[in-house]
């Protein structure tokens, strides 16, 4: 039952005029309180069409009666017929304007409630400067009127927004929430509230269509399992678990791994994110060094505050911190999803300018780290009703959600609002709210010579910062995807003891807008055991510096080279037995004899960083190579740059 009967049936206030156009409760004849009597018993065990019908007598006898009218209008604004409560709280304020100013309150939430807005703003303000001395009442109706004035702008700009419905084999007639989505968008993870519970069901898309969701095994109990978050390689899954034996909390986030094509046994992610309060709707970052999620915990500006937890060198969790007073609000802040750019912040709140109930919100990471001033997606994707969980896709143009049929009233442990019939819906989402562009490097590492997959350690270094921007291991597949933000130049080093490593490069500087995903096959050549002779079937296969860079048209190393040269250090440090060759390579720009000098001078400049750096003369050697060898056509600005090349091979 909704708060407005409390309003009248403990909180009625009464101003009584000197007119006689009205009667009250206290001033009608005994026939009428009679039967008003019954409306309260009525009104009180919630049998709300005996109480109208009561009232019918009422106003046959006496339709001056302005309780009845107010009691009327609270009545059909329970049971949404919005309409007929706007029609019966005017009847009441024909008869007297004065005689409660709450009325002024409940005509305008009946406006609100039909989209007039507008018409809302007048009804909240004289409530405002009004007698009325329920000051819960008066925030919530300062929180209206803020939402009114915001809406009626919202309305006159609309943004884009033509959602469409996932098909069946998402979307059942059960209710569907709470989307999270890997990378390269072949593998959806949804929360389903089935037989009375919620559990987890995953699609994966073939030939650009969703499958059937199944539920996932090894993770969906007789209890609940809800709000979760999916890796961007789709190997790792954070969601949210409540009353579970050992938990520490009413609900606690717990993970669960993907190996082998199985996920395995679910476990609390533990202290400090987990605490002796609500822990829920985590959004793990695309590199895996930050766990956004929602908590009450101490600290917390509001109900539910948004937190982060960021990934330590030693790989346990840091100390969550709170997003602070630009995110979060006195109000419920919750569903974060962080995009893979890093920088791009979606969210659902109550406290922000709205249009009503929970609205969705973009937020952008400023260069120190703060959040900026969030921004309300607009009309009609937000709504007077409650939009729910926000995801958007890796290029940011497609976003997904869930519909909103609120229940207040849920207890529902993982969510806020459980959903009564909602489905998965996808959308265009319009430029000025989408993150920056980011790509994805999906790859799968194998021995050279035997094709088996292997487990190998893989870094993505910032060319710009020399800094370590992603860190990981195939998995037992050999397998991994890393998300790439655009507007950088990365390298790529894959490692494993005992064979060569490989490099890539991926500039991304001049990139703005979107980039197409980088999908490699990368084997790695074994370095023999035994004695030096040994390393005969590595011969003539060279391996490509593809991050070691020099001037133009010069020999000079730029400093952008030293992180791959360390690690060609490394390697011989590590194979006191190897000895190698540096070849250098250009284009077909210029004359032969000045490319053939130019390589060799490059070479030679690897060449002597080594020495420099501790490796014995007597294992290394030089050549330039010139134009005579390229690898790609030398027509076209690409094929040119992969003809200008720097090998080592072994010797």
């Given at each position: 039952?909704?708060?407005?009967?409390?309003?009248y049936?403990?909180?009625?206030?009464?101003?009584?005029?000197?007119?006689?156009?009205?009667?009250?409760?206290?001033?009608?004849?005994?026939?009428?309180?009679?039967?008003?009597?019954?409306?309260?018993?009525?009104?009180?065990?919630?049998?709300?069409?005996?109480?109208?019908?009561e009232?019918?007598?009422i106003?046959?006898?006496?339709?001056?009666?302005?309780?009845?009218?107010?009691?009327?209008?609270?009545?059909?604004?329970?049971?949404?017929?919005?309409?007929?409560?706007?029609?019966?709280?005017?009847?009441?304020?024909s008869?007297?304007?004065n005689?409660?100013?709450?009325?002024?309150?409940?005509?305008?939430?009946?406006?609100?409630?039909?989209?007039?807005?507008?018409?809302?703003?007048?009804?909240?303000?004289?409530?405002l400067?009004?007698?009325?001395?329920?000051?819960?009442?008066?925030?919530?109706?300062?929180?209206?009127?803020?939402?009114?004035?915001?809406?009626?702008?919202?309305?006159?700009?609309?943004?884009?927004?033509e959602?469409?419905?996932?098909?069946?084999?998402?979307?059942?007639?059960?209710?569907?929430?709470?989307?999270?989505?890997t990378?390269?968008?072949?593998?959806?993870?949804?929360?389903?509230?089935?037989?009375?519970?919620?559990?987890?069901?995953?699609?994966?898309?073939v030939?650009?269509?969703?499958?059937?969701?199944?539920?996932?095994?090894?993770?969906?109990?007789?209890?609940?399992?809800g709000?979760q978050?999916?890796?961007?390689?789709?190997?790792?899954?954070?969601?949210?678990?409540?009353?579970?034996?050992?938990?520490?909390?009413?609900?606690?986030?717990?993970y669960?791994?993907?190996?082998?094509?199985?996920?395995?046994?679910?476990?609390n992610?533990?202290?400090?994110?987990?605490?002796?309060?609500?822990?829920?709707?985590?959004?793990?970052?695309a590199?895996?060094?930050?766990?956004?999620?929602?908590?009450?915990?101490?600290?917390?500006?509001?109900?539910?505050?948004?937190?982060?937890?960021?990934?330590?060198?030693?790989?346990?969790?840091?100390?969550?911190?709170?997003?602070?007073?630009?995110?979060?609000?006195?109000?419920?802040?919750?569903?974060?999803?962080i995009?893979?750019?890093?920088q791009t912040?979606?969210?659902?709140?109550?406290?922000?300018?709205?249009?009503?109930?929970?609205?969705?919100?973009?937020?952008?990471?400023?260069?120190?780290?703060t959040?900026?001033k969030?921004?309300?997606?607009?009309?009609?994707?937000?709504?007077?009703?409650?939009?729910?969980?926000?995801?958007?896709?890796?290029?940011?143009k497609?976003?997904?959600?869930?519909?909103?049929?609120?229940?207040?009233?849920?207890?529902?442990?993982?969510?806020?609002?459980?959903?009564?019939?909602?489905?998965?819906?996808?959308?265009?989402?319009?430029?000025?709210?989408?993150?920056?562009?980011?790509?994805?490097?999906?790859?799968?590492?194998?021995?050279?010579?035997?094709?088996?997959?292997?487990?190998?350690?893989?870094?993505?270094?910032?060319?710009?910062?020399d800094?370590?921007?992603?860190?990981?291991?195939?998995?037992s597949e050999?397998?991994?995807?890393?998300?790439?933000?655009?507007?950088?130049?990365?390298?790529?080093?894959?490692?494993?003891?005992?064979?060569?490593?490989?490099?890539?490069?991926?500039?991304?500087?001049?990139?703005?807008?979107?980039?197409?995903?980088?999908v490699?096959?990368?084997?790695?050549?074994?370095?023999?055991?035994?004695?030096?002779?040994?390393?005969?079937?590595?011969?003539?296969?060279?391996?490509?510096?593809?991050?070691?860079?020099?001037?133009?048209?010069?020999?000079?190393?730029?400093?952008?080279?030293?992180?791959?040269?360390?690690?060609?250090k490394?390697?011989?440090?590590e194979?006191?037995?190897?000895?190698?060759?540096?070849?250098?390579?250009?284009?077909?720009?210029?004359?032969?004899?000045?490319?053939?000098?130019?390589?060799?001078?490059?070479?030679?400049?690897?060449?002597?960083?080594?020495?420099?750096?501790?490796?014995?003369?007597?294992?290394?050697?030089?050549?330039?190579?010139?134009?005579?060898?390229?690898?790609?056509?030398?027509?076209?600005?690409?094929?040119?740059?992969?003809?200008?090349?720097?090998?080592f091979?072994v010797m």
């Amino acid at each position: 039952m909704k708060y407005y009967f409390s309003l009248y049936l403990l909180l009625f206030t009464f101003q009584v005029s000197f007119s006689q156009n009205y009667t009250t409760k206290k001033t009608a004849d005994n026939k009428v309180i009679k039967s008003w009597e019954r409306v309260e018993h009525f009104t009180v065990a919630e049998h709300f069409e005996e109480a109208l019908e009561e009232l019918e007598k009422i106003f046959k006898i006496d339709s001056t009666f302005i309780d009845g009218h107010i009691r009327w209008a609270a009545i059909k604004y329970t049971q949404d017929a919005y309409s007929e409560a706007e029609i019966a709280y005017k009847k009441a304020l024909s008869l007297n304007e004065n005689y409660d100013p709450a009325v002024f309150y409940q005509l305008a939430l009946t406006y609100y409630n039909q989209d007039k807005f507008a018409e809302a703003i007048p009804w909240l303000e004289r409530f405002l400067q009004s007698n009325a001395r329920n000051e819960r009442q008066k925030s919530r109706a300062k929180g209206y009127l803020g939402n009114c004035q915001f809406a009626v702008e919202a309305v006159k700009h609309p943004v884009p927004f033509e959602p469409k419905r996932l098909n069946s084999n998402i979307n059942s007639p059960n209710p569907e929430y709470l989307p999270s989505l890997t990378a390269d968008e072949q593998f959806l993870v949804i929360t389903a509230y089935v037989n009375g519970q919620e559990d987890f069901y995953f699609s994966e898309k073939v030939n650009g269509e969703w499958q059937k969701s199944q539920p996932i095994e090894n993770i969906n109990t007789p209890l609940n399992e809800g709000a979760q978050s999916i890796s961007a390689d789709g190997k790792l899954l954070v969601f949210t678990a409540c009353e579970r034996q050992g938990g520490m909390g009413r609900c606690d986030l717990y993970y669960s791994e993907s190996k082998g094509g199985k996920w395995t046994k679910p476990q609390n992610i533990g202290p400090p994110i987990n605490s002796g309060a609500w822990e829920s709707q985590p959004s793990l970052s695309a590199d895996g060094k930050a766990l956004y999620f929602a908590s009450n915990r101490s600290g917390s500006l509001g109900g539910n505050d948004l937190w982060v937890s960021y990934r330590q060198a030693d790989g346990h969790w840091g100390q969550p911190q709170n997003l602070g007073k630009n995110i979060n609000t006195t109000e419920d802040d919750q569903a974060p999803f962080i995009h893979p750019d890093g920088q791009t912040l979606y969210f659902m709140s109550k406290g922000h300018p709205a249009i009503g109930g929970f609205d969705l919100y973009v937020a952008k990471k400023q260069a120190d780290g703060t959040w900026g001033k969030p921004q309300n997606l607009g009309y009609p994707i937000n709504t007077r009703a409650n939009e729910g969980a926000f995801i958007v896709s890796l290029d940011g143009k497609t976003a997904y959600y869930a519909s909103d049929e609120a229940d207040d009233n849920s207890n529902n442990p993982s969510i806020i609002l459980a959903r009564k019939n909602s489905d998965i819906f996808t959308f265009e989402l319009y430029e000025a709210a989408r993150p920056d562009p980011v790509t994805y490097v999906k790859a799968r590492v194998f021995d050279e010579n035997t094709k088996t997959p292997l487990v190998a350690k893989v870094e993505f270094t910032d060319l710009k910062t020399d800094q370590i921007y992603a860190s990981s291991e195939t998995d037992s597949e050999g397998e991994f995807l890393v998300c790439l933000p655009l507007g950088k130049e990365y390298a790529l080093n894959v490692n494993k003891t005992r064979y060569l490593f490989h490099s890539e490069n991926f500039n991304l500087i001049e990139i703005k807008s979107s980039a197409e995903p980088f999908v490699l096959e990368i084997g790695l050549i074994p370095i023999p055991e035994g004695q030096p002779d040994a390393t005969e079937s590595l011969k003539a296969k060279p391996i490509v510096l593809r991050n070691v860079f020099f001037e133009t048209a010069s020999a000079a190393l730029l400093s952008t080279s030293k992180n791959e040269l360390d690690r060609l250090k490394s390697l011989l440090s590590e194979n006191p037995q190897m000895k190698i060759r540096i070849n250098g390579h250009t284009d077909n720009v210029g004359s032969d004899y000045a490319n053939l000098k130019l390589s060799e001078q490059r070479a030679k400049a690897v060449y002597d960083y080594l020495i420099q750096n501790g490796i014995e003369a007597n294992r290394l050697n030089y050549k330039g190579f010139g134009e005579s060898e390229p690898i790609d056509s030398n027509d076209t600005k690409e094929g040119r740059q992969r003809n200008r090349r720097t090998e080592f091979e072994v010797m």
